[in-house]
């Protein structure tokens, strides 16, 4: 049997935190107009609370403040469409096995593993994107480990399916041998 590969992982929406937010809006206006339509239709006692604000609202006339406010309005509903229309951020990286991803700071630890386990290195720090991986190693004066380095997390990172660009930088420490 084939099986067709799993669509790329990708991560919520940028401004999901958007769809929380109007969501809650629009419950608290439901609240508000069903208990109007309570008050209204003398289930429960009490003044409305919408009435006011509609006939508050009846005397604005045009101005250039309420087409400001229209527009500003209007550019901040375009904003959040296209955002929420646009890419997703991509957060999981492809292996040579179909369907089988890791995450862009699994890579990352995955070189920064390798590189630790390189000799004379004394600590190393990684950070990834989905094409590149920075590596960051500390070792003694005089010992010269990027090309140890380089090979390791080449290595490591083999299993990828599109090989990643890796960047090493040294940093070297006085120290006793």
């Excluded at 890579?107 to 991986?133: E, F, G, H, I, K």
């Excluded at 480990?145 to 940093?171: E, F, I, N, Y």
């Amino acid at each position: 049997m084939n099986f067709a590969p799993a669509p790329e992982a990708t991560r919520a929406g940028r401004v999901g935190w958007v769809g929380v937010v109007l969501s809650i809006l629009v419950i608290a206006l439901g609240v508000v107009v069903i208990r109007d339509a309570l008050v209204v239709g003398g289930y429960v006692d009490g003044e409305t609370w919408l009435v006011p604000v509609i006939d508050g609202a009846d005397g604005i006339e045009p101005s250039a403040a309420t087409t400001a406010g229209g527009v500003v309005v209007a550019l901040l509903g375009l904003w959040l469409v296209l955002v929420a229309l646009g890419r997703r951020v991509r957060t999981r990286v492809p292996l040579d096995v179909p369907g089988t991803t890791i995450g862009v700071a699994d890579v990352a630890r995955l070189a920064s593993s390798a590189a630790s386990d390189v000799p004379y290195v004394l600590s190393a720090q990684s950070s990834a994107r989905r094409s590149s991986v920075s590596v960051k190693v500390t070792a003694l004066e005089g010992d010269d480990v990027d090309a140890d380095v380089l090979a390791a997390v080449q290595q490591r990172l083999a299993p990828l399916a599109k090989p990643v660009t890796v960047h090493v930088s040294t940093r070297h420490v006085a120290g006793v041998r």
